[in-house]
């Protein structure tokens, strides 16, 4: 069975940092471009970020450049992302996503995979 398990999420207060982790099950991530999105309540659901699966070519929402960065350990089938200067408008749930393809995705309808979520709350 392909699974996507998300974790990492938490309470932070505005300023800090969380590492988010993606590990996957049933199938490599080798080959595929994965991705991260996040859902605040009452908002709709915006793309944050994307790495490609051929040269580690990655993609930053504008809200989020500087401020979070994507990486891939593909030995370890897992996907991170790293949220550093963290504010309140960072909250939401977070989703970890991943297609069959060699570039970068930034829309959702271009990912087969998902997550289940991990909440993320900035607070203080």
């Known amino acids: 069975q392909l699974q996507l398990v998300e974790s990492g999420g938490g309470l932070v207060q505005p300023g800090g940092s969380l590492r988010l982790s993606c590990a996957a099950s049933?199938?490599?991530?080798?080959?595929?471009?994965l991705g991260w999105f996040r859902q605040a309540p009452g908002k709709e659901r915006e793309g944050v970020s994307s790495i490609s699966s051929n040269d580690g070519s990655t993609y930053y929402a504008d809200s989020v450049k500087g401020r979070f960065t994507i990486s891939r350990d593909n030995a370890k089938n897992t996907v991170y992302l790293q949220m550093n200067s963290l504010k309140p408008e960072d909250t939401g749930i977070y989703y970890c996503?991943?297609?069959?393809?060699?570039?970068?995705?930034?829309?959702?309808?271009?990912?087969?995979?998902w997550g289940q979520g991990t909440q993320v709350t900035v607070s203080s």
């Open positions: 996503t991943a297609a069959l393809s060699k570039v970068v995705i930034q829309a959702a309808t271009g990912y087969d995979y």
């Open positions: 049933g199938f490599t991530l080798d080959y595929y471009t």
